[in-house]
């Protein structure tokens, strides 16, 4: 292990190495971030977090998260896997983000107990990668064959599955990863070692394929692997690294940006994000301004167009119509956390190139209301889906029992919240978050504390401190602090004041305040920052609205259901993450009734402490018109409100009306489903083991897909065997297509679309045979759609089976 100062080296050396390549346009002296070893929080929700999730981290067993790696070098395991997703076909996936968990956390807090760990870890992969011989690190499941496969150019890659693997390249990259971040975080040369040698495999591996069959290969999700290859250019200096960065990055995805044109809608969200990370990260070092501003692009369209009020973004994975937010109101399965630890990946980096305040802002916005609020304050455990749905709730993981994704970006997530307090370049210190903490300018000689009790005060105020070196030869450091003037700040009412008196304020709101002087020792900044109560509708301009108070966003309990008990810790279910007790109907929900919607100073805070307020005569109905609005990010084991609907008094009823004439038919239709796919979604699909032949998936008028020219099929649930009928939507265009649907072994029906339907979709409902219950493993069957020779089997737009 070495010594802290050379970490600080190291990072400034992969700087220079990454911008080396670079022409101006994107290379001029980027915003350096501060090394996260060098920032240490002080007291504050996000340092109640930290520690909750280095207990967490410390709660993982390393032995059954090496299993699967050294299952696939041909060596005695010490335990066995974890359950759910960790041995269902993502195996090793966590062990990937524990390596990165464990460096971050050791990097912010000093713990040794993280580093011991972190060595252990990289100890046993090794013996992995050794026994391989190699370099191949994994835990993808008999891995060999598939790789073998790859190597010879057989490709048949899905939305998810690559050669009838879950996701491999995902996977493999979470190793690659969290070897990188060990590298830098903690200067392990044994992870740098270990990462060359994987690097050297993937090499290999692809010397014989093309740039066509890599992009074949890249319709499956494969996380950042673009990205990574970046960074081994820039720690090796070795441009093959650099080719295969750009061969990883997706044409698909990135000509649409490059024409700064959005072919969103229907995509999985969080695969799209890393590979957008991936492209700027390749435009840095090889100074690419178009691939920048492709990657620019893609973010003020998602922030500005496709975010809620959150930071967070997509229903159930995937970008719906940015014109229409109504998925956002009516599914259970809203803005997934992982996308939000991506965008904030590339808030970062883009941040770097142009220090905007926009990026900051929307930074800080994700920060506190999704990725905070994704922790439970006193079990540590993790958040997938955030529902906007009124009146719904969230599922938290346990450590024994939750293998998700979120859980592995959750790992990470607070345990780096120092990351982007600060930041510099040249003479210029940045101050962009008002989170308590304190900073270590090694090359000024400057200590900065910040202190607060944010939000719950305006007020912060910096310190700064000068080493001994400083202190007894210049006594002084010159440099120019830039502190953040949000857009949520009242214009013309921050006030700041240098040693007590109060200086001139020049900036606007969405500028940086820039006090250049000789600093002292001693020297402090004070800053106001009045906050406003704000409303913000859904991004469709649509009547429901969010409530803020500066950055915060204010959220209330609710409990609609007498005495309910919710059980809000997942299981090891293979959707446990997902919400799935009773919704409650929307025309029952809260409402903001006003004559205008200009109704904010009917909502007043109640306590000078804490954020707390109470609206005054503006909720319906009456009974719920004391409930309190606290920040969401404080709510936790509970049904909430967080999107509010609005109306008039004269239109109440009316609206009303029509609402419940809708629920009552949705919610009918939900007490009568046992279990449901939504075909060409990934998760959905995935946790319904899909398996197929020749298939392939899509979007037609904003609803997802699938069809075969020879099969597929999902895993349906029905724990109790109630099962009696098998509903399937199509499209009512689509004709000349035969094929059979069967239940295990048991066809259920021969089906023809000739196309008669029209231009709309419809369902079908199918008779579940009883032998089918009656031969039913542990409640589970399998639905298997099987073209006609010739044919086409769907497409398909939903599977829904029923009582």
Known sequence: MIKQPFLRTFVFVITLQAFSWCNAAVASKPVELFPLADVRLLDSPFKHAQDKNVEYVLA???????????KEAGLPVKAENYGNWES???????????LTALSLAYAATGDKRLLDRLNYMLNELERAQNKNSNGYIGGVRNGKALWDNIAKGDIRADLFALNDYWVPWYNLHKIYAGLRDAYIYTGSEQAKAMLIGLGEWTIALTADLNDEQIEKMLTTEYGGMNEVFADMAAITGDKRY??????FSHKKILNPLLQKRDALNGLHANTQIPKVVGYQRVAELTGDEEWHKAADYFWHHVVNNRTVAIGGNSVREHFHDSEDFAPMINDVEGPETCNTYNMLKLSRMLFSVNPSVDYVDYFERALYNHILSSQHPETGGLVYFTPMRPQHYRMYSQVDTAMWCCVGSG?????????FIYAKQNNNLYV???????LVWQEKGVHLTQENTFPDSNRTTLTVALDSKVKSSKKHAKFTMHIRYPRWAQAGKVVVKVNGKPINVKAKAGEYIEINRRWHNGDNVELSLPMNIALEALPDQSDYYAVLYGPIVLAAKTQPFKNEQLNVFADESRMGHIAQAQMCSLDAAPIFVSDSRDFINKIKRINSEQLVFKTQGLIQPAALSQVELIPFFR???SRYMLYWPYSSPDDLQKRQQLQAQVEAEKLALAQQTIDKVAPGEQQPESDHFFKGEATEAGV??????RHAHRWFSFQLNDPNKEGKILRITYYGLDAGRSFSIWLDDIKVADVTLNGDKGDAFYSVDYMVPKRVLAQAKAGKYRVKFQAEEGSVAGGVYGVRLMR
């Open 60 to 70: 993982l067993q390393p032995d059954k998260l090496l299993a699967p790696f050294l």
């Open 88 to 98: 269902q076909g993502l195996d090793g996936h966590i062990g990937g983000h524990y």
């Open 242 to 247: 650099l080719s295969l960065a750009k061969q």
């Open 411 to 419: 790992i990470e997530n607070h345990v780096k919240y120092g990351e």
């Open 432 to 438: 962009n978050l008002f989170i308590a903490s304190t």
């Open 635 to 637: 709510l936790h084991d």
């Open 700 to 705: 037609h008028s904003g609803k997802h897909w």
